[in-house]
Structure formats: C-alpha cells, structure tokens
C-alpha cells in the first residue's frame, strides 16, 4: 500500500529532525533545584521527606542510586509525584522560538486526493505538524485504504463542506468553522462534498 500523505510528511519530519527525545534528567540536579526552590536546607527537605541528612546529601551529589522507597519519600515531602522528579519544569524549556507562514508561502506537498501546504516549516524540532489542505477526494474509492499514523489529529474545516470518515464511527459532514479532534491511530479519511474542493486546517501531534 501506497504510504499517506500525513504519514509520510510526519516521517520526513522525523527524519530530518523535526522531534526529537528529551535528555535524561540528572536526579541529583533535579533534586537540588526542588530544595532551593522551595528555601529548604539540606536538613529541612531531609526532614521533610523523612530521610537523614546523609542520604539525601548523597542522592543531590550522585553518590547513591536511592531505592524506590527514597523516591516515594522524596516526592511526598517536595509535594510532586515520582515522575516530577525525572521530568524538568516547562520553563526550562521556554526558548521564545516562532515561525510566520504568510499566506501562500508554505511548502506544497500534492498528491491525487488532497494539496497540502505545511506551516512553520521553517521551524525545526516541532510537537505538532500544521498543515493546511485543500481536500481533492470525493470518494472514498480514491484512497487505498485507511489513513492512519502515530499520534493525535485536529481538523478544522475553513470553507466548503468535508466528509470525515473514520474507522469506528459514523461518516460526519462538517462545514465552515467545525472542528474535529480524534485519535490519528484510528483509520480516517476526508472528502469533499461542496461543489468546490474544501479547504481545511490540520494539526497532528509528533509523538
């Protein structure tokens, strides 16, 4: 089977180092970050995670891989839960980035059953790949089958009248200014129904 169109612009995304994997998190770092955050002395958090000063010293050092236990201990006492602790605050990653698409200048990517313009293409590293499409289909015998691809999808129709088919539900019609959100694993295609083909805005998650 021919690979989508949504499917191969998220792998081209992919490939040319639109996403990419965060860092592992330095634990000791993270720890030491949460205290100061939080005023606490050494020997405050300790008490407040119900560790001795030593331990908990050792952990902010690298000295010791503490047990799942001292995770526990230390979550409770900073008030986050475990997964907090290995997971940096979003301000670390405020990086002012921005990219401006003007209209008609976005990079076209055709194929025989939708044109799609991709948005912030200049734009490297994204979560989310925008895109808008003008939707050339009016059947479904045009596709080969489901589209489907990792990650979530938004659709918002800009003119004309689509027909969103997916996998476990009823065909909808959606007309100017409606949305759908929808699990993009989950087998989808779009036709049009108006006289002209519709256009519409797509955003898909790069997860």
């Known amino acids: 089977m021919t690979e989508s169109a949504p499917s191969n612009m998220i792998r081209i995304a992919r490939e040319s180092g639109e996403t990419d994997s965060a860092p592992p998190v330095d634990l000791g770092a993270r720890v030491r970050e949460l205290r100061k955050a939080r005023g606490w002395t050494l020997e405050q958090a300790a008490r407040q995670a119900g560790l001795a000063r030593s331990t908990l010293s050792k952990i902010e050092n690298g000295q010791m891989s503490p047990t799942y236990d001292a995770l526990k ?44 313009e991709l948005l912030g293409d ?15 289909a ?18 918002y129709v800009l003119t004309g009248v689509v027909r969103l088919f997916t996998e476990f ?19 989808h295609n779009v036709v049009s129904t108006s006289a002209e083909d519709a256009t519409i805005l797509w ?3 790069l997860v």
Do not use: C
């Not at 009016?138 to 659709?155: A, K, P, Q, T």
């Open 73 to 116: 201990k230390l979550a409770v006492g900073l008030e986050i839960s475990v997964p907090q602790l290995f997971t940096p605050p979003a301000a670390e990653k405020i990086n002012g980035r921005m990219a401006v698409t003007k209209s008609g200048e976005g990079s076209a990517k055709a194929t025989t059953t939708y044109e799609h």
């Open 169 to 187: 539900y009823e065909p909808v019609e959606l007309r100017r200014g409606d949305s759908a959100y929808y699990d993009a694993t989950m087998g």
């Open 122 to 136: 200049t734009l490297r590293k994204k979560q989310m790949l925008p895109y808008r499409a003008r939707v050339r």
């Open 138 to 155: 009016r059947s479904m015998d045009e596709f080969e089958g489901w589209v489907r691809h990792d990650g979530e999808e938004f659709l």
């Open 203 to 205: 955003v898909t998650s």
